[in-house]
């Protein structure tokens, strides 16, 4: 079975910093991995996803992140970040083939002015 | 406009009732979720549903019941509610299995 694990339950770094939100996963296959997004009252958006080829892979808004298959990661990362990036980042991973895909507990991101 | 689409968006009941949560989508996917989501953001599969077909089904207690009349509608009804199950409930679709999610906004339940 899958899992994930985000160790940072909340990051704040101030505006134009840059950011990493980490994320490690688990999983015995091949992972299909993602990155969605929450603002507050809405659904979760995705911000970028991972299923092959280039282990760097870019995103909406700017974020990247790079899947490093030795150390089980999918780090996402901004050079610069905007007040409006707060909110919650959630990491995600799923297997080939099937209809589950298993969400991190989230890292609550505070852009500071 | 192509979406997903919950209703209500929150709900207030008795411990003891029974609720019935809307969702649909319109972009053409055949692959349909419910999340619960707890007060500290945890996000949890509940159910999935593959072209009005249940795919995955979690340990959820028997008083969460999906129903799904077409591809494009998946709605969650739980009998008898308890105040553990306050919460947000986030319906999602996707085109194919693990591809990408589309969430709706969420329906938010408090249970008194």
């Known amino acids: 079975a899958q899992s994930v694990t985000q160790p940072d339950a909340r990051v704040t770094v101030s505006e134009g910093a840059s950011l990493q939100l980490r994320c490690k996963y688990s999983y015995s296959g091949t992972p299909y991995l993602f990155w969605y997004v929450q603002y507050p009252r809405q659904g979760l958006q995705l911000l970028l996803k991972?299923?092959?080829?280039?282990?760097v892979v870019q995103g909406v808004n700017g974020f990247e992140a790079e899947f490093i298959k030795s150390n089980s990661s999918f780090h996402l990362r901004k050079a610069s970040v905007h007040w409006s990036d707060s909110a919650v980042y959630f990491c995600?991973?799923?297997?080939?083939?099937?209809?589950?895909?298993?969400f991190g507990s989230g890292t609550r991101l505070l852009v500071s002015p | 406009e192509t979406a997903v689409f919950q209703t209500p968006n929150y709900h207030v009941t008795q411990v003891g009732n029974e609720v019935s949560f809307n969702c649909k989508q319109t972009?053409?996917?055949?692959?349909m979720y419910w999340y619960k989501q707890d007060s500290k953001k945890l996000l949890k599969i509940m159910f999935s549903?593959?072209?009005?077909?249940?795919?995955v089904n979690e340990t959820v207690p028997r008083r969460f019941s999906p129903q799904s009349s077409d591809k494009a509608h998946l709605n969650l009804r739980i009998k008898s509610v308890e105040p553990e199950d306050s919460a947000v409930y986030l319906c999602?679709?996707?085109?194919?299995?693990?591809?990408?999610?589309?969430f709706g906004p969420g329906t938010r339940l408090l249970v008194l």
């Open positions: 549903y593959n072209n009005k077909q249940l795919i």
């Open positions: 995600a991973v799923s297997g080939t083939g099937g209809y589950k895909v298993v």
């Open positions: 991972y299923y092959s080829g280039d282990p």
């Open positions: 999602a679709s996707s085109s194919w299995g693990v591809d990408t999610q589309y």
């Open positions: 972009l053409g996917h055949d692959t």
